[in-house]
């Protein structure tokens, strides 16, 4: 299986305060590859690590290595809007630009150069097909985004990122502002969307990440305590800091 994302000894200092600690993985393409551990342990961190988020920080400092299909993601002259175009990154709240539910998902594509009104209508209901909205909102693509409902706002947000045709998509507890109906549709449509893109989720929700999540990583502190296919590490834990959580020992 292809590895997309490689980190090898990585390390991130917020000033004088370790938050990675010697973090090593792959992400293989075209999987699910779920963040679980309590709060603060570093796995939303990790994640913005992955397409430099955290550049917008004062005070961090890295060690070691993420290749993106090989390459080293922070050497000096990597394209940073480039690497975020490929990589890019749905929040825990949504967050739709305050304009109308077209104007949101042609914003990146405009922003990257596409003026053609054909094409650009083709993105648009591409994307939100992709994102499972389309019937939804197909009639009334003029009114603002505003008024969608939180799940289907969140579902926009996802739209908006296949807009632009990344590769891997990050999603840091995208269900968790969400009522169960909308969680169900996000978890259905991560499920449909694992098919063409690489997709890593943070989830605090251990049952989520057991449902649509093919590999699982859990950390604590900073470090990763334990990385595998999801079912090996639910059901048979190697290590004991990752049997306590899972069995509400702590966390």
Not at 40 to 45: A, E, L, R
Not at 154 to 176: F, H, K, T, Y
Request: include cysteine; proline fraction near 4%.
């Amino acid at each position: 299986m292809d590895i997309t994302i490689k980190a090898d000894k990585f390390n991130l200092f917020y000033s004088d305060f370790q938050a990675l600690n010697e973090i090593n993985m792959d992400i293989y393409a075209r999987t699910v590859t779920a963040f679980i551990g309590p709060s603060g342990c570093g796995k939303s961190t990790f994640l913005r690590s992955l397409n430099r988020m955290n550049d917008l920080i004062d005070g961090v400092r890295l060690e070691g290595l993420i290749t993106l299909d090989g390459v080293d993601i922070y050497e000096p002259k990597t394209d940073v809007v480039a690497l975020r175009k490929r990589v890019g990154m749905v929040f825990q709240k949504p967050n739709p630009f305050p304009m109308s539910i077209y104007d949101n998902i042609a914003y990146g594509p405009r922003i990257h150069g596409l003026k053609d009104k054909n094409r650009l209508n083709e993105m648009v209901e591409k994307s939100l097909m992709g994102a499972a909205l389309w019937n939804e909102v197909k009639d009334r693509l003029n009114s603002p985004a505003l008024r969608l409902s939180g799940g289907q706002q969140q579902r926009l947000c996802i739209a908006r990122l296949l807009a632009v045709e990344p590769e891997v998509l990050l999603m840091d507890e995208p269900a968790s502002a969400l009522d169960p109906i909308s969680t169900g549709k996000i978890e259905d449509l991560i499920a449909e969307l694992k098919k063409d893109y690489t997709i890593i989720i943070v989830t605090h929700n251990m049952q989520q990440a057991a449902r649509i999540s093919d590999n699982l990583g859990f950390f604590l502190l900073g470090r990763l305590v334990e990385y595998g296919a999801t079912e090996e590490v639910m059901t048979n834990p190697r290590q004991k800091e990752t049997e306590d959580y899972l069995t509400g020992r702590f966390g």
